[in-house]
């Protein structure tokens, strides 16, 4: 029973995080500049992307979705699909993202 009290708490952490990061990307559509929208939707990209593919597995760790994340990001860097100054916009924008999962 505590596996699957333990389960079912890793889902519910992992679902108010996927629903506020996304909440969060949602609302740059409205409120953000032409920048913060491109970084937003770029990202949203990746994370619907790790966000289905977790769920395909039942995999509700967000240890697990980040280090995902990190190499998805990783690899369409590596491929050049954004560059520079975009690219650490990327970065930072996860990473401010995912600190709130930590709290």
Do not use: C, P
């Amino acid at each position: 029973m505590s596996s699957s009290v333990n389960s079912d708490a890793a889902k519910q952490t992992f679902d108010e995080f996927v629903d506020s990061t996304q909440e969060y990307l949602d609302s740059v559509v409205v409120d953000g500049s032409d920048q913060e929208l491109f970084i937003a939707s770029y990202l949203t990209g990746h994370f619907s992307l790790v966000t289905s593919n977790a769920l395909a597995l039942d995999d509700y760790s967000l240890a697990t979705m980040n280090s995902y994340m990190l190499t998805s990001l990783e690899k369409a860097y590596a491929n050049n699909e954004v560059e520079g100054q975009d690219q650490a916009q990327v970065s930072a924008l996860w990473d401010r993202l995912f600190a709130k999962a930590e709290l």
